[in-house]
């Protein structure tokens, strides 16, 4: 029966058939469709053994878009499940969708916020609370109320990976990007472009207000009043000594931080500082 499948033959459904008998394949040259529904055909996929061989372990991306669970209905299913009931039916899923990832692997799932914190708490418990990679707000128009309610025009995708394997690819470049870089003294890093490494304002809390030694004037460069850098002492320090060693000092500027933070510093006030 599973080369009917295979091939695509469609086979009538009843309750005879075992779930991972019921799913429908329709195979292409490097891709597979196919309709069914999603618990009997992931079943399929993670149990069928000509099929987990091929699969399992093979899947470097799952994206879902599951019932949000709205109280509405809908032509094709109702959307009004217990909540209880709606975890049970996703965790099943999910529990077959793990064992389809590579290790490098990522899982999104589109949600409104009906469930979407208890989708949350759930892929903690599936994927590990240490694999959690970011809770995206997509929105999806812009239709501002004047009403006395909130405006709801966003959706979310959570975004989980398989484990520590996994490494986002970064957004491309446009030739709007590259117009900024440019190499006027033959870096042999490449090129590069100038940027305002201050932030817009003081944490607070002394870690990112501090100074730093200028590499060619000696002279000690600190944020704006009220602002602070961008960056860690640590990364500044690892940037600077490809110019000349740099040390961190403790410059006793409790005065200024203060001043310049609003509050009083609760770490050592240090500088990055050129080594004699």
């Known amino acids: 029966m599973l080369d009917d499948y295979v091939q695509g033959t469609q086979t009538e459904k009843s309750d005879e058939f075992a779930y991972s ?17 999603s618990g009997d055909v992931l079943e399929a996929l993670t149990r069928v053994p000509e099929l987990a061989k ?8 799952i994206y879902i878009d599951p019932p949000f669970n709205t109280a509405q209905t809908f032509a094709s299913y109702e959307d009004n499940l217990e909540h209880s009931i709606w975890l049970t039916m996703m965790r099943d899923r999910l529990l077959h969708m793990k064992k389809l990832l590579t ?8 949600l409104d916020d009906v469930e979407v914190h208890r989708m949350r708490l759930l892929m903690d418990e599936v ?53 900024r870089f440019s190499n006027p003294d033959n870096d042999p890093l490449g090129p590069w472009w100038d940027d305002n490494p201050s932030g817009n304002h003081g944490d607070g809390s002394g870690g990112m207000c501090y100074a730093i030694q200028n590499p060619l004037t000696g002279e000690m460069m600190r944020p704006p009043k009220g602002a602070s850098w961008r960056y860690s002492q640590q990364r500044i320090l690892a940037g600077l000594q490809g110019w000349v060693p740099y040390r961190l000092e403790n410059l006793h500027n409790a005065e200024w931080r203060a001043s310049n933070e609003g509050a009083l510093a609760r770490r050592r006030p240090m500088t990055c500082a050129r080594s004699s």
């Open 21 to 37: 008998e019921r799913a429908d394949l329709e195979p292409q040259d490097d891709n597979l469709l196919i309709l069914g529904e």
């Open 54 to 61: 091929k699969y399992v372990g093979q899947v470097k991306l």
């Open 103 to 110: 290790d490098d692997g990522s899982i999104w799932v589109h």
């Open 127 to 179: 994927f590990g609370a240490e694999n959690f990679q970011a809770e995206v707000v997509w929105q999806k128009a812009d239709s501002p109320r004047r009403g006395l309610g909130f405006s709801v025009d966003q959706n979310f995708v959570i975004v989980y990976r398989r484990s520590e394997a996994f490494e986002p690819n970064k957004a491309l470049r446009t030739a709007a990007d590259n117009a």
